[in-house]
């Protein structure tokens, strides 16, 4: 189970840091990764971390200014977004695949970001 949160109102060039907390199996043994949808877009792949945490992509809309993060110890991945744009508005989500290129299988509920003045 994933449970995403820190999602906000915020103003255009601020900044957020999104949480996902995983329970229910084994967090070290699963690639995670952060989603958004727009309202009338399609869902987008923002982030993707490795089990360890050392191995991390982006999507080119948020590289330089997103950067994913886990702590394995305490089961919980991390989005610290920067330079925020109103483009970035969505519902942000984390998922858990069981290596890279596998089905995303476990999907959190989603946290609200809205990037406005």
């Known amino acids: 189970q994933l449970q995403a949160s820190g999602g906000g109102l915020v103003q255009p060039g601020g900044s957020l840091r999104l949480s996902c907390a995983a329970s229910g199996r084994t967090f070290s043994n699963y690639v995670m990764g952060w989603f958004r949808q727009a309202p009338v877009k399609e869902r987008e792949l923002v982030a993707t971390?490795?089990?360890?945490?050392?191995?991390?992509s982006y999507g080119d809309s948020v590289k330089g200014r997103f950067t994913a993060s886990r702590d394995n110890a305490a089961n919980t991945l991390y989005l610290q977004m920067n330079s925020l744009k109103p483009d970035d508005t969505a519902v942000y989500y984390c998922?858990?695949?069981?290596?890279?290129?596998?089905?995303?299988?476990?999907w959190g509920q989603g946290t609200q970001v809205t990037v406005s003045s």
């Open positions: 971390i490795g089990w360890s945490g050392g191995i991390t």
């Open positions: 998922a858990a695949q069981r290596t890279y290129g596998s089905t995303w299988d476990t």
